[in-house]
């Protein structure tokens, strides 16, 4: 069984910044962030195929956020600037075996192993 654990998240101002990170217990072939705000469905922010470092990224998450990775570590983040109320939600990270391709198709649905998740919170 894998297990994800996700750090880093917390309170911030609106234009501030946030690295989030996860931290797991078995890298797989594809892992990503997501998020979940209150009555909202969950939604891809990007993921990163492990071994080449292909990243893919929704396209409302362009710009401001950065995922990487550190794969001795067995470590993903998540660098996010500019936050905005908007911004405010639970974050975890998943992973699972997919092909390069299909990790880059940023579906919720394809993901098997989950975190727990980390609250971000953007006050105005």
């Known amino acids: 069984q894998v297990q994800l654990v996700e750090s880093g998240g917390g309170s911030v101002q609106a234009g501030g910044s946030l690295r989030l990170s996860c931290v797991a217990s078995?890298?797989?072939?594809?892992m990503g962030w997501f998020r979940q705000a209150p009555g909202k469905e969950r939604e891809a922010i990007a993921t990163?195929?492990?071994?080449?470092?292909?990243?893919a990224y929704a396209d409302s998450m362009k710009g401001r956020f950065t995922i990487s990775q550190d794969f001795a570590k067995r470590t993903m983040y998540l660098q996010m600037n500019s936050l905005t109320p908007e911004d405010t939600a639970m974050y975890y990270c998943?992973?699972?075996?997919?092909?390069?391709?299909?990790?880059?198709?940023?579906?919720?649905?394809?993901?098997?192993?989950w975190g727990q998740g980390t609250q971000v919170t953007v006050s105005s």
């Open positions: 078995e890298y797989l072939y594809c």
């Open positions: 990163i195929y492990s071994s080449s470092g292909t990243t």
């Open positions: 998943a992973t699972t075996a997919l092909s390069r391709t299909r990790c880059g198709r940023l579906a919720p649905g394809d993901f098997n192993y």
